[in-house]
């Protein structure tokens, strides 16, 4: 029953990091940017980066993830910080 809870309040976690980063891409496109930095924390950085791209998938948009020296994200104390690119 605990890992139950804990798997759903995991999920709940990574649904709220992807909606938000939904809106900070969102907003940036408004305003005329088209990379966004983005935020996850390093224990659910993959999943969320995973729910993103699906995301963007099952919407059509053309989109990439840049890299930073090599590295498709940096650490960030305890989050890893990546860079997302929508394309034209």
Do not use: P
């Amino acid at each position: 029953m605990l890992l139950q809870v804990n798997q759903n309040v995991l999920e709940e976690r990574i649904e709220r990091e992807v909606e938000v980063a939904i809106q900070k891409i969102s907003g940036n496109a408004q305003n005329g940017k088209s990379v966004t930095e983005i935020i996850f924390e390093k224990d659910i950085f993959f999943k969320c980066r995973t729910k993103l791209n699906e995301y963007m998938k099952e919407n059509n948009v053309n989109f990439g993830w840049l890299d930073m020296g090599g590295y498709v994200s940096l650490n960030y104390g305890t989050h890893r910080l990546a860079k997302f690119k929508l394309k034209q």
